[in-house]
């Protein structure tokens, strides 16, 4: 199991994290998971954020010409105390024993409860099915939900491993949701299109 | 869902047939028009024809402004969604679904598909149709069906009905290299297979009987070689006659005393007769009666004159009469006078179940094929007319005369709207199956023929057409127009057929059979060889 | 509400005036105080201060006596490329007067900041909620003087330094601890002996503390108001009686005058980027209580302004530790992000120490809560509740 956030704000629709490491939060668009008793609840990242711990504290420049990137934080060790990354998440379905419903849980996660990354198999048995595509069309936030979803299906395809008849199908379910915005739908299409494939004749 | 499926049905209606939107991974490629498609209703199963294509897009906006970029992926993705297709298919054909397991229910289904009389509901199911479904409406070959061929991307036999093909007259048509004479070919064999009639085949290009060398230098059996002494060869020409291995039966001779006055108009044109020569020969035969044209070939310019003093003929309209129709008297086969006991002779052979091929070796102009053809089917049916008047009488079996098939080529020239009245063909086409004669009817230009007759085609034979007054003509009277239009213009040239009409259930495109080695086995090809006497014996002797 | 930005407004444009118009003629005096600082012969100086305070005539300003030269500047040594800093900060969340319940808050912060290959901090507070009779009156037996006002301040910055005793960790490696303010804790001179006693007691063992672990403390005075070393230079000046001005006639006397305005930050404004001065001692008569935990103190320019940075005398004396110190601080100036700069372990120590308004409220709130639950209530005064209340 591997904690990556401690959830600091949740409602019915997703929840915000504190992640543990600064500055890397889960990748965006990636599947992450809330273990609630006995129910995993799913969700994918919608956005991530290092800002100030204090909220009136606001991050000023700190490099000069000899120190940047990287040696920023080695010059400044309080840095790692007074920054926070958060993470959100829109839910976008559950597993009870080991049933997948991709609809909003009953409950939304308990305030303070761990989050993890969705291990592989997890991730490819919530993948089969596609009607969480929906949720993810509907998450509204920073991040355009446009972005949201062709993130998680790049990071999806990747997970199982460079699967590109199941890209297909998304790509197709993609393209029913969307099909009265052309526009919409080829925003995501070029943001997931794998280019060129090596070997075989698709069908 | 079934794995050929097609997709599902979206609109429709009884009068202009069903809309199917195409599943995604479908593509129009996969369908051609006329293609036979099933549709599976919750009650009925619906045997259709593919009869347009459309693309669409679901987002209009889409096609003011297609993707400049879109690669393969984003095609694929995009295929079936936003960008889709229908198909228009239109039932032909239904079955009533019924439980497999009740005896009672397949009882009732003992007819087979029906006409169609409803439509299915939205979401009904296309799908390719497969052997299950060719059978149900097509049969199986044996017996009076007879594999033309098979559909486009399955091995299964479409078969003709021959009892139903022989009930009436039928066409064969198609444009010049569509293998129209290998079709016939086909045909005739089966019906000669079959038994279900007999053929009087008129060979005006010397295709039929003997063996010939295709376009691609192929060397294909004549009827005589694949069916042996069933088949008799006549001809007009003496020296074809005496060639070896290809043995003419009977040689004919066309007596001038057998040429009446309607052989003579239908050849107006081709030796140029004054609107004036009807009426000359009018007065001839008031006055000469059946040896008109003798006396008239006969007369000096004295006669001549002087029959135009008496009858009040008009003596430049006869002098250029006589003239015209000298030249029937100087072909090798014009006698002056003949019995019609050779022509009389083979219809007792067709009648023995015989069939016949009159080829025409060096006088095959057009005159002589028009002459000879309507002059010889004259005589055979007025001897079918006297039998079967005979038979309405005894009304003993053995005197119900056998179904003749009368096969010509160029038909347009028997059978254009203007001498369609006159000649003995387009009696017969008209006549139906008065007396048990129907004409096979072979051309490129069916546009050529009066749509009375075209309407008359029972069964119609069509490869590759393009013009659209053919398409037209070919289509005369026949139902569901639009859907089979698209299906003939989308005819590969040399080996695809639609084949519609009273022979088949439904109009269906096919691969033509090919006229091969295993064809002629199929057939039971002779290889007995020849003798005069077994000849002589199957003339007029015993069947 | 009632306050008249308006008025005040057109005030402010008198009061911009002024500045303006003075500004030139104070740079001049800045230049001759300078000028006059590198005359002085220390030596003179010392005797002359001494022979003052020796006296016991009261010098009327807190004047700075200096341990070396006046004019010397010195530049910081390297710096380990390991070392430590830790700086420290207190608030507190004053007694309610007008409450029944007497209690007060403090809360001391602390950064402790590791640079070098192992960079790392730790950065906490600690919170203590002082009722008991032993932290609410300095001599719990008598009550009689209550830590609230100037003492209160008194004890923050005690606790401020105290807490070093916890933090330092016992790992050697080149360690300083900066506070946030003076170690000199002159809001005490007018106390008793007693009291100064009292409160002192735990800065002094802090103090040393830190000379047995070897570790440099400075107290770090951004801004500082102080004019100990000008004043120094009017006790040079004068010829006569010290604060008879009215009745002074020497020459100098126009500068002398000026000198009472000018601040030791502008007066050592000559030093360079990173130089400090040399060390001085006090006159503030709370020194007297420290006994031999003296603190002097330094001018430092950090890059952005002069601040006064106040060392006790071990520090001051020994070269490896002043170094250090010197060194170190400049090295959190430099590190700092805003101008002038300031050391962030001080920065983060502040954040850590100090008290929102919305947790004070929430501390007052537990408590009216806790006593709830045992059947007690806050009582308040009128004006108190009046203040809250605000009804009309």
Known sequence: MSRIGEIVETMSTGFVAESFELNQPPALGSLILVQSGSIHLYAVVTYGRTAGLDPSRHAVRQGTDMVSDAAIYREHPELEHTLRTEFGAALVGLAVDRVIRQHLPAQPPPLHYSVQTAPADEVRRFTDQLQYLRLLLQTRGEVPSLQVLAANLREVFQQRGEDHDWLDRAAREVATLLKGDHEALLTVLYAIDPGEQTGGARP | ?????????????????????????????????????????????????????????????????????????????????????????????????????????????????????????????????????????????????????????????????????????????????????????????????????????????????????????????????????????????????????????????????QIEEPDIMLLTEELNLRQTAEASIGLLRDAFHEHWLLKLLEMTPEELEGFCTSSGAHPAALGSLQRNLKRLQRQEYIVSEASFSALDDMVEALDRGKHVILQFGRFNAVLDYLLVANLVTRRVRQRYEDKMRRYEETKA????????????????????????????????????????VTLLVIDQRPSGIDPEVMSQLGTRVSGKLTEERDIDSVLTGVSNRGALRGALESLDTRQQILVMGHAVPMPITVRTRPYDEAFYAAMGGHARPHGTDSDVRDLFGEE | MPLKLG?????????????????????????????????????????????????????????????????DSASAPALPSDYRVI????????????????????????????????????????????FRDEELYLFPERRDVPVEGTLLGARMEVEAVRILREVVPPVAMPTLALRDGPLILWTLQNESTAVQERLLDDLLETLSFLRQARVPVGGYISFSDSHDVTNSLRVWLCQGQLNAC??????????????????????????????????FSSSSQVLQAYGDQQVDFMYLNVGGEIARIEVPRWVGSDAALLGLLHAGTLDQCWRSSGFPPYPPALQEAHEQAAITPTERGLVEEMLARALARRGQRILRSAKDDSKRRRGV
């Open chain 2, 1 to 257: 869902m079934s794995h050929n499926r097609l997709g599902a049905v979206v609109e429709g209606t009884f009068a202009d047939g069903l809309t199917v939107r195409l599943d995604p991974g479908t593509t129009t490629e996969q369908l051609r028009i006329g293609d036979f498609v099933v549709v599976e209703g919750a009650h009925n199963r619906y045997f259709s024809l593919v009869s347009d294509i459309h693309l669409k897009a679901a987002d209009p906006r889409l096609l003011a402004d297609p993707p400049r970029d879109a690669s393969a992926f984003v095609t694929r993705a995009m295929a079936g969604t936003s960008t889709y297709a229908t198909v228009q298919v239109r039932p032909m054909l239904m079955l009533e679904k019924v439980d497999e397991f009740d005896p009672r229910a397949l009882l009732g289904q003992q007819g087979g598909p029906q006409p169609v009389r409803t439509i299915p509901m939205h979401f009904a199911e296309l799908r390719t149709a497969d052997e299950l479904d060719f059978s149900t409406v097509f049969g199986h070959e044996g017996g009076v069906n007879f594999a033309m061929g098979a559909p486009l991307t399955m091995e299964i036999p479409i078969c003709l009905n021959l009892e139903r093909f022989v009930e009436r007259s039928n066409g064969i048509f198609g444009q010049s290299g569509t293998g129209k004479s290998f079709l016939a070919r086909l045909v005739i064999s089966g019906v000669i297979k079959s038994k279900a009639a007999v053929n009087l085949i008129f060979d005006m290009h010397d295709e039929y009987s003997f063996d010939k060398q295709t376009e691609d230098k192929r060397w294909v059996k004549g009827l005589r070689q694949v069916f042996g002494p069933q088949v008799l060869i006549y001809s007009l020409d003496e020296q074809v006659g005496r060639r070896a291995g290809r043995n003419v039966d009977v040689t004919l001779k066309v007596g001038l005393n």
């Open chain 3, 7 to 71: 008025h005040i407004s057109q005030q402010m444009y008198g009061m911009v005036q002024r500045i303006a118009d003075l500004t030139p003629e104070q740079e001049q005096f800045i230049a001759l105080a300078q000028a006059l600082l590198r005359s002085v012969d220390p030596d003179a100086l010392r005797q002359k201060l001494d022979a003052q305070l020796s006296q016991r005539r009261r010098i009327p300003w807190l004047v700075a006596t200096p341990r070396g030269s006046l004019c």
């Open chain 3, 246 to 279: 009215d009745h002074c006639d020497d020459p100098q006397r126009e500068l002398c005058l000026a000198l009472a305005k000018i601040h030791d930050r502008e007066l050592f404004g000559f030093l360079a980027d990173g130089e400090r001065s040399e060390l």
């Open chain 3, 87 to 130: 700086g420290t900060d207190a608030s507190s969340m004053p007694p309610d007067r007008h409450s029944s319940v007497r209690y007060y808050v403090l809360n001391v912060g602390y950064a402790a900041i590791r640079y070098g290959s192992l960079p790392h901090a730790t950065l906490d507070s600690r919170s203590q909620l002082c």
């Open chain 2, 397 to 436: 079996v053995a005197d119900k005369p056998r179904p003749l098939m009368i096969t010509i080529e160029e038909a347009h020239k028997f059978l254009n709207p203007a001498v369609a009245r006159q000649t003995t063909f387009g009696t017969i086409a008209r006549e139906m199956r008065k007396y048990n």
